[in-house]
């Protein structure tokens, strides 16, 4: 089970640690298309989902969202499964997006997981997000004036999906989905949707417009929203020990730098200029040794 979260302008992270409370998914989410390729648990609080995808019923500049994900088994190549926020379906060419996605892989391979950042325009709003995963800070995105300003530009909804991604998502597209393995099911559980809601038409009345900055106070001054040395030395040795591949470090691809890129130069050093990491390869080897003695032991990799 990997537990992954969202979190707007704050943090994207995770429910397991976190003084948060979970809401049955007919509360929080709605069903927008699939037929029965979603099942809700008995009691309501989980969600089964196959190749098809929900959203959330609200639209948020701020808040904390998570989820707790089991991933599908088996041989998942091609297969992508993602939990994320997005308001591309109101403005589709100047959308923005937060996301987690799980990239499926051959039998006996893990799955792999990349965040993506988009943005655009710029208001006063958000300072930075945060991704968690298994209550470890992954990657953190501080935004400066430097950057254009703040987000996001307007409100988003949380969406989980799964979905067919032949076409890139392992080995580049080498590796597809193949429906000999179907279905391939994820389970969503234990969501959690903090935060204020917003309308991304009507204009906010100053009482609202109160209640919002409350309720963004007590998000800032929550455990998930603070950064403290313990929790950058768990990103750190997560990223030293999982990240496999880093687009702020592909110069070949990249010349500049993507303005959410926070470059460090002690953790570039360890990436090739086309931004793989120089670890990987021993720790391939390293595994490929160890299953001839031990097949079939778990392995876990990770790409961010």
């Not at 088996?74 to 987690?100: C, I, P, Q, R, W």
């Not at 969501?191 to 309308?199: F, I, W």
């Not at 040795?237 to 070949?252: G, H, P, V």
């Not at 303005?259 to 360890?270: A, L």
Request: proline share 4%.
């Amino acid at each position: 089970m990997i537990s992954a979260v969202v979190l707007l302008s704050c943090v994207v992270t995770v429910t397991a640690a976190f003084d948060v409370t979970a809401v049955p998914f007919d509360e929080g989410f709605s069903h927008l298309f699939g037929n029965d390729n979603l099942v809700r648990s008995s009691d309501g609080r989980t969600a089964r989902l196959t190749l098809n995808r929900y959203s959330a019923n609200d639209m948020y500049h701020h808040g904390f969202f998570s989820a707790s994900i089991k991933l599908p088994s088996d041989y998942t190549a091609g297969v992508v499964v993602a939990f994320y926020t997005s308001n591309g379906d109101l403005f589709e060419k100047t959308h923005d997006e937060l996301d987690f996605e799980f990239l499926g892989n051959v039998r006996g391979k893990d799955w792999r997981i990349q965040t993506n950042v988009y943005g655009n325009g710029s208001t006063s709003r958000g300072r930075e997000e945060r991704f968690y995963v298994d209550d470890t800070p992954v990657r953190e995105v501080v935004r400066s004036d430097a950057m254009g300003g703040d987000y996001p530009s307007k409100p988003m909804s949380v969406y989980a999906t799964i979905w067919d991604g032949s076409t890139w998502a392992t080995g580049n597209g080498k590796y597809k989905v193949n429906y000999k393995y179907e279905p391939f099911v994820s389970d969503f559980s234990d969501l959690v949707l903090r935060g204020c809601r917003a309308d991304p038409i009507q204009q906010v009345d100053s009482a609202a417009a109160r209640r919002c900055a409350e309720a963004n106070d007590e998000l800032l001054a929550a455990d998930f929203a603070l950064m403290t040395p313990k929790k950058r030395a768990a990103m750190r040795r997560f990223r030293e020990r999982y990240m496999a591949y880093s687009f702020c470090y592909d110069t070949n691809r990249y010349p500049v730098a993507f303005p959410d890129c926070d470059i460090i130069p002690s953790e570039q050093s360890r990436f090739y200029e086309w931004g793989q990491s120089k670890d990987s390869r021993e720790r391939r080897r390293s595994r490929r040794q160890s299953r001839k003695a031990r097949a079939g032991d778990p392995k876990r990799v990770s790409s961010i």
